[in-house]
């Protein structure tokens, strides 16, 4: 089955600077990809998503590249907010085996003011 | 328009007894899945079901059952709990990849579960 990994664990940015997160996945059928965000207690949320004929969607401060060839998709944030500060979690799919998606471990992003 | 519900919030359990989390959702979604969430290994699939029926294991079932009678629900079912189970659990939905090509997953608020 697929694997996803995603690093960093931890991320410690200061407040407006940028944040980057990657993520690799092994099953190269994978064509949908999307990041969720989630605060602490809550439920995870979708907060963008990229197809395998996309290389690049962004949406106000946030975007997300994919390049299939590598097999790698990464989140990146600019001019970030503390109410950026969460967990975000990478995910894998292949739409058409049902809507099963792999994700990644996580990654605890902290924006410090 | 609820989205997707998930009974009860919190629960305590003692090894060994059993109880079933439930999971609806009023989007008519058919596709329909239950993960578990542990600290430093993100959201592990249990088990999903792709239309009323119809289930399949995921990427850690044992020891949790499901069965899904309506479009609606689905229940996940502990049959023994054992503290290896301890964990927060989430119940999410969508529309099935054999009708949209690429699908939006809505997670529950989730039920934090102890097993002592």
């Known amino acids: 089955g697929e694997n996803v990994e995603q690093h960093p664990s931890t991320l410690s940015v200061q407040e407006g600077d940028s944040a980057v997160i990657k993520c690799t996945y092994s099953?190269?059928?994978?064509?949908?990809f999307p990041w969720y965000k989630q605060e602490l207690g809550k439920r995870p949320q979708l907060i963008i998503d990229i197809r395998s004929n996309v290389g690049e969607k962004k949406d106000q401060r946030i975007a997300v590249t994919l390049n299939k060839t590598a097999k790698h998709f990464s989140l990146h944030i600019t001019e970030t907010q503390p109410e950026d500060s969460a967990v975000y979690f990478c995910?894998?799919?292949?739409?058409?085996?049902?809507?099963?998606?792999?994700f990644g471990t996580g990654t605890s992003l902290t924006v410090i003011p | 328009n609820a989205g997707v519900t998930q009974t009860p919030k919190f629960q305590v359990l003692k090894t060994g007894q059993s109880m079933t989390l439930q999971c609806a959702q009023d989007?008519?979604?058919?596709?329909m899945s239950w993960y578990r969430q542990d600290p430093g290994m993100g959201l592990r699939l249990i088990h999903y079901?792709?239309?009323?029926?119809?289930?399949d294991q995921g990427e850690v079932p044992n020891g949790y059952n499901v069965s899904r009678s309506t479009t609606e629900d689905f229940p996940l079912r502990l049959l023994s709990a054992a503290p290896s189970q301890t964990s927060v659990y989430f119940c999410?939905?969508?529309?099935?990849?054999?009708?949209?090509?690429?699908?939006?997953?809505?997670f529950g608020p989730g039920t934090r579960l102890t097993v002592l």
């Open positions: 995910a894998a799919s292949l739409s058409n085996t049902g809507n099963q998606f792999y």
């Open positions: 079901s792709v239309g009323a029926g119809i289930t």
């Open positions: 989007m008519n979604h058919e596709y």
């Open positions: 099953d190269s059928a994978s064509n949908y």
């Open positions: 999410a939905s969508s529309y099935s990849g054999a009708s949209y090509s690429y699908n939006e997953q809505f």
